[in-house]
């Protein structure tokens, strides 16, 4: 993407009631790398709540000194997949916005019964933590032998604090299966009774553990009920219903479901996803209740761009009157405003929010040819000196950019964007999103092939936005020029001129949107004609998720009144 356009330690504590709960946290951290100190506080305000490292996989608790701890697994860069993951940190937080790194505190070499693999990997995934008789147990899935793959144990350490002077145990957990699982969870019930999960590839298993929390109290048994169970069991408890969440078998795109049981070994009721998928190919997370809020937490490849690196992040998490959980609004950085605030009127292109690649923005190309106006970003920005205007430009679709600016009084508004097509192709368009969401109208529009000086204008009209400030997101299909854009209050409705059915992305992952000419039905049915989806559709652009069919090529027929329209997709 190019681009700007301008014209002209803590106490030693037990956890709350004595036993350990399981509970989430919000907001966000740093931690100094290559620097000895007993913690280090920083504070953010958005997710990522981790930067300075990779971190996956959190396990969240409060503790009965008032804080919320996270224990997560570490993403080594440059990446080397999954069998590179070798250290322990911890977190913290008293107030979800500012959070301490505790540092390190388990390494694989540290492990005395785990089996130096030939191939140098270091298998140190999900782990938990609990509390019991005054101590802290952390929880690890390492092999003790190749083939790694089917070795797994749960290695323990101990220690009198909740975030450091670990020690590993010279056993893994007593009583496991010889083949053993991953991910393990440790739940402790209101009758003070303990109890142990774990589970992969398809199966999760749960039993009682001993009160000396290093030996099962009997076989484990296989958890019934659990619709698509992938990986990650995490449970917890509230208003006398027990809650088993983990994530499906969605390939390359997991998504965490839950389901709900009168008894903490089940039998189970699916109750459906939570938690859609992220920007990781993967997801794990953690269900904790903090401070009269619950939270959610888990990890997305917002930073990193890819699945393989992975940013822990934490959100509110909120239940329906039949205690179903309410599906998680996932939200992210998405960087600062640019020098001052920028009110209604124009904004220029290279004014884009501060905050860096996977915050403010997304660049995939090289560019940048003008680059003393924002130094030290990778956004392309070039000048027209001819015209003696900066703009973005070498945009794709997989890039985007955010901009905060604040509006004086709610209303509807229109937004003009000077802007146009580097190439004359009829297909280069974008779409918006404001504060997270995507607007009433969130279709794409169309750039026109145009140069400088003359560049098109594209009206996206009919914004609603309240009092205060936004943050608006562009997302480009192809390349463009794209010079500024000019917030403007409303003096009347604009309704676009909709003549036919447009359906898009094409292909999908799933979800797509739609943008009717009228009020009607609709079908969507596969190449044999059976029907994966009816519904009733207004005149307003709208969403459909069918991401549960297999992929291949079908037929979204529109019936509206004596008119039919139809429009073909590939689902991939």
Same mark, same amino acid.
């Given at each position: 993407?190019?681009?700007?356009?301008?014209?002209?330690?803590?106490?030693?504590?037990?956890?709350?009631?004595?036993?350990?709960?399981?509970?989430?946290?919000?907001?966000?951290?740093?931690?100094?790398?290559?620097?000895?100190?007993?913690?280090?506080?920083?504070?953010?305000?958005?997710?990522?709540?981790?930067?300075?490292?990779?971190?996956?996989?959190?396990?969240?608790?409060?503790?009965?000194?008032?804080?919320?701890?996270?224990?997560?697994?570490?993403?080594?860069?440059?990446?080397?997949?999954?069998?590179?993951?070798?250290?322990?940190?911890?977190?913290?937080?008293?107030?979800?916005?500012?959070?301490?790194?505790?540092?390190?505190?388990?390494?694989?070499?540290?492990?005395?019964?785990?089996?130096?693999?030939?191939?140098?990997?270091?298998?140190?995934?999900?782990?938990?933590?609990?509390?019991?008789?005054?101590?802290?147990?952390?929880?690890?899935?390492?092999?003790?032998?190749?083939?790694?793959?089917?070795?797994?144990?749960?290695?323990?350490?101990?220690?009198?604090?909740?975030?450091?002077?670990?020690?590993?145990?010279?056993?893994?957990?007593?009583?496991?299966?010889?083949?053993?699982?991953?991910?393990?969870?440790?739940?402790?019930?209101?009758?003070?009774?303990?109890?142990?999960?774990?589970?992969?590839?398809?199966?999760?298993?749960?039993?009682?553990?001993?009160?000396?929390?290093? @030996?099962?109290?009997? #076989?484990?048994? &296989?958890?019934?009920?659990?619709? +698509?169970?992938? /990986? $990650?069991?995490?449970?917890? %408890?509230?208003?006398?219903?027990?809650?088993?969440?983990?994530?499906?078998?969605?390939?390359?795109?997991?998504?965490?479901?839950?389901?709900?049981?009168?008894?903490?070994?089940?039998?189970?009721?699916?109750?459906?996803?939570?938690?859609?998928?992220?920007?990781?190919?993967?997801?794990?997370?953690?269900?904790?209740?903090?401070?009269?809020?619950?939270?959610?937490?888990?990890?997305?490849?917002?930073?990193?761009?890819?699945?393989?690196?992975?940013?822990?992040?934490?959100?509110?998490?909120?239940?329906?009157?039949?205690?179903?959980?309410?599906?998680?609004?996932?939200?992210?950085?998405?960087?600062?405003?640019?020098?001052?605030?920028?009110?209604?009127?124009?904004?220029?292109? @290279?004014?884009?929010? #501060?905050?860096? &690649?996977?915050?403010?923005?997304? +660049?995939?190309? /090289? $560019?940048?040819?003008?680059? %003393?106006?924002?130094?030290?970003?990778?956004?392309?920005?070039?000048?027209?000196?001819?015209?003696?205007?900066?703009?973005?430009?070498?945009?794709?679709?997989?890039?985007?950019?955010?901009?905060?600016?604040?509006?004086?009084?709610?209303?509807?508004?229109?937004?003009?964007?000077?802007?146009?097509?580097?190439?004359?192709?009829?297909?280069?368009?974008?779409?918006?999103?404001?504060?997270?969401?995507?607007?009433?109208?969130?279709?794409?529009?169309?750039?026109?092939?145009?140069?400088?000086?003359?560049?098109?204008?594209?009206?996206?009209?009919?914004?609603?936005?309240?009092?205060?400030?936004?943050?608006?997101?562009?997302?480009?299909?192809?390349?463009?020029?794209?010079?500024?854009?000019?917030?403007?209050?409303?003096?009347?409705?604009?309704?676009?001129?909709?003549?036919?059915?447009?359906?898009?992305?094409?292909?999908?992952?799933?979800?797509?949107?739609?943008?009717?000419?009228?009020?009607?039905?609709?079908?969507?049915?596969?190449?044999?004609?059976?029907?994966?989806?009816?519904?009733?559709?207004?005149?307003?652009?709208?969403?459909?998720?069918?991401?549960?069919?297999?992929?291949?090529?079908?037929?979204?027929?529109?019936?509206?009144?004596?008119?039919?329209?139809?429009?073909?997709?590939?689902?991939?």
């Amino acid at each position: 993407m190019s681009g700007k356009s301008r014209s002209n330690l803590l106490p030693q504590t037990p956890p709350l009631g004595g036993r350990r709960v399981k509970l989430l946290v919000m907001k966000k951290i740093f931690v100094l790398p290559l620097i000895i100190l007993l913690s280090v506080q920083f504070s953010f305000a958005q997710n990522p709540f981790v930067r300075d490292i990779y971190t996956a996989d959190p396990s969240a608790h409060v503790w009965a000194d008032g804080r919320l701890y996270v224990y997560p697994s570490h993403d080594i860069a440059p990446p080397r997949g999954c069998d590179l993951m070798d250290k322990y940190h911890v977190y913290s937080t008293g107030d979800m916005v500012n959070w301490t790194d505790h540092g390190q505190i388990v390494e694989a070499s540290q492990v005395p019964w785990g089996q130096p693999l030939a191939n140098g990997g270091k298998f140190m995934w999900a782990p938990d933590c609990a509390y019991r008789n005054g101590k802290y147990y952390f929880y690890f899935p390492h092999p003790d032998k190749d083939p790694w793959n089917s070795n797994w144990k749960i290695g323990i350490a101990v220690s009198d604090k909740p975030a450091s002077d670990f020690t590993i145990l010279p056993e893994p957990l007593k009583g496991l299966p010889e083949s053993g699982e991953i991910d393990p969870c440790v739940f402790i019930d209101d009758d003070d009774q303990v109890y142990f999960y774990y589970g992969g590839g398809s199966r999760c298993f749960g039993g009682k553990l001993k009160d000396n929390m290093i @030996e099962l109290d009997g #076989e484990l048994q &296989q958890m019934t009920g659990l619709y +698509d169970f992938h /990986e $990650g069991a995490w449970v917890f %408890k509230r208003n006398g219903i027990y809650y088993l969440t983990y994530a499906d078998n969605k390939s390359g795109a997991n998504q965490l479901r839950y389901a709900t049981s009168n008894s903490p070994l089940g039998p189970w009721l699916h109750r459906g996803v939570y938690l859609n998928s992220t920007t990781s190919d993967t997801s794990h997370g953690s269900v904790v209740e903090y401070k009269g809020q619950w939270w959610v937490f888990y990890h997305t490849a917002d930073l990193s761009g890819t699945g393989l690196l992975r940013s822990i992040c934490v959100d509110s998490l909120f239940f329906d009157e039949n205690d179903a959980i309410k599906t998680v609004v996932q939200t992210k950085d998405a960087g600062k405003p640019y020098r001052d605030i920028q009110r209604e009127g124009a904004v220029e292109a @290279e004014d884009f929010n #501060e905050g860096g &690649q996977g915050i403010a923005y997304w +660049d995939n190309t /090289e $560019g940048n040819q003008y680059r %003393k106006y924002r130094l030290g970003e990778s956004v392309d920005i070039d000048q027209s000196r001819r015209w003696e205007t900066i703009y973005v430009t070498d945009t794709d679709n997989k890039e985007y950019l955010n901009y905060t600016f604040e509006v004086s009084e709610p209303g509807t508004y229109h937004i003009d964007f000077i802007i146009g097509a580097v190439n004359n192709n009829p297909e280069v368009k974008f779409y918006l999103e404001f504060d997270g969401t995507k607007t009433s109208n969130p279709r794409r529009y169309t750039v026109p092939f145009a140069e400088m000086p003359g560049l098109a204008t594209v009206t996206v009209p009919n914004i609603q936005l309240n009092r205060g400030k936004h943050t608006m997101t562009f997302y480009p299909s192809g390349n463009v020029r794209f010079d500024k854009f000019v917030v403007s209050k409303a003096t009347g409705i604009i309704t676009p001129a909709v003549k036919r059915l447009h359906v898009y992305p094409n292909p999908t992952n799933g979800v797509i949107y739609f943008e009717s000419p009228s009020a009607g039905s609709v079908n969507i049915a596969g190449l044999s004609g059976r029907r994966v989806y009816s519904g009733i559709v207004d005149d307003s652009l709208q969403s459909i998720d069918i991401s549960g069919v297999a992929s291949g090529i079908y037929f979204v027929a529109l019936q509206t009144g004596a008119e039919s329209f139809r429009s073909k997709i590939f689902v991939k």
